[in-house]
Structures are given as structure tokens and as C-alpha cells.
């Protein structure tokens, strides 16, 4: 039970980079699969561990790194539309399906915007959604004079990259975990200016459609994250459309509530939400 890379992702369904992509799937025969789909500034490799850990309850999982990220081709941190990532998760869901398995979509923080614009502007084929701190607003505050600047930088030099503020300490109590993160040559800590302009755009969209989203969602979140705005997470949450929702707080943790020391305790959350719905 042991997550592989499969290495880079030719792509299928749209145009775009090359993606990269790994697996972790049980001895046994998978009772379900899901696709992960990381957050901003990561990569799908960092999951390592909560895939193995739902192998261990016979789900399988496929995560990739969307393009700019990890090790996908693509200007870091960039996208010049939004839906672009939309195309990203197409690919995930191509591999996903491969296991012929009941399918299930994950996403965490950017990941969590980007899956939930996926399944409202195209349901099929995941049976149900869990997201992860859910991009759906900024918690750290941001100079108004660094707002306008990325927002005309935007429409003139799209590239234009400024710190993103993004730091290990941030995102987890562990702090074995956080200087990993500060350190690794794979997490990036700059944000474009198109990156910015698009998923705020993204989100007033995410917002105005939330009532079309019925699937069964799952929302764990950690009450003292300093990136994703609880508040707002919790107004689309209460915003959706869906009759089986589930929001999982978690008091006093982080962002990145699967890299808490508590992490085992919410990536078996997950799995037994996952497992209840197949």
C-alpha cells in the first residue's frame, strides 16, 4: 500500500501541459477510487500519506499536479483562464476512471475551489465531493495597494509574480511538517497576477452557482486557518444545493488539516464519509 508515481501524464481529453500523476491503491480489490486535487503552490506527491492511509481501507486514490505546480509543466503559479484547471481535472478524472471503480473527487484549499467549479459545470462521473479548506475566500490580508497593482498587472503583465505569504508555519502545529514544506524545491511561494484576478473570479462564480450543486459534499476545516476564510467556506457550504452535506470542524487546527498532527483522525473521516457513499 505504498502511493507511486506514475509519472508524467500525457493528456487525453484536452489541451494543455503535460500533468504528473501518482497512485496508491490497496492489496485487495479497491472498493472505490478518488481523485485528489492539491492546492495552491503544492503538488499531489505531498498526499503521500493519506493515500496510503485510505489504501488501507481499501480506497483507491489518483492525484495529480495541476499544470504550473510540482512537477507538470506550465509557468509556475499561472493559469490564463481559470477553466484551464477545469481541463487539469478532466485528465485526473480520465486515470480515475481507469480503476473502473465508483468515483469520488477530493480537493484542498485551491484544489477545493477548483473541484467544486468542476462538478458544477460537469457532474459526471463523480459520485460525490469532499473538499478540504476550501478556497473559497482569502483569510490573510492583503495591502490594498498590492490589490490594485495585481489587478492592472493582470490585464498587462499576467506573470507578474508577487510573494504569496504562503509559509509552513501557516498551514500546520507540526513543526517537522512546516520547515518540510518551507523547504522543499517543489512548493512554490509566489502568486501571479492573472493566478489572483481568476480565482477571485472564480469564486464570486462558485458562489452564484452554489445552489446547483446536489451532490453529496463533505467539508473538513480547520477553525484557526490562515488562508482559506473560514466565514466564506462556511457560506458556501450553507449555500449549496445538496440535501446530504456534511461539515466537519476542526477546532483550532490549521490550513492543511491533513498535515496537522491530528491528520489521521481526518483522513479517516474522509474515508469513512467515502465509504458510507459507495
Known sequence: MT?????PLSRVKTP?????????APDGQPIAVVGLVHGYGEYGGRYARVMDAWAERGIAS????????????????YCERFDEFLDDVRELEHVTL?????????????????????????????????LSAPFMGLAMKVPPLK????RIASRVWPTFA????????????????????????????????RFFTESQAAQARAFERAALLVMPTYVVM?????????????????????RDKTWDAREGLFHEVLSEPEWRSAADAIADWVLRHV
Open 222 to 242: 480547520g477553525t484557526a486557518d490562515r488562508i482559506s476564510k473560514y466565514e466564506r467556506a462556511r457560506a458556501f457550504f450553507d449555500a449549496l444545493g445538496a
Open 3 to 7: 502511493t507511486r508515481d506514475r509519472g
Open 162 to 193: 508577487q510573494p504569496s505569504g504562503l509559509r509552513g508555519a501557516s498551514v500546520t502545529h507540526d513543526t517537522a511538517l512546516a520547515r518540510e514544506y518551507d523547504a522543499d524545491p517543489l512548493v512554490f511561494h509566489i502568486a501571479t497576477a
Open 16 to 24: 494543455g501541459p503535460a500533468l504528473y500523476a501518482y497512485t496508491a
Open 147 to 150: 490589490l490594485v497593482a495585481g
Open 98 to 130: 481507469e480503476k473502473r471503480l465508483p468515483a469520488f473527487l477530493f480537493g484542498h484549499s485551491l484544489g477545493g475551489l477548483i473541484a467544486a467549479s468542476s462538478v458544477l459545470a460537469r457532474p459526471a462521473p463523480w459520485r460525490a465531493l469532499a
Open 62 to 77: 489518483v492525484a495529480i499536479d495541476l499544470r504550473g505546480h510540482g512537477r507538470a509543466e506550465g509557468t509556475r503559479g
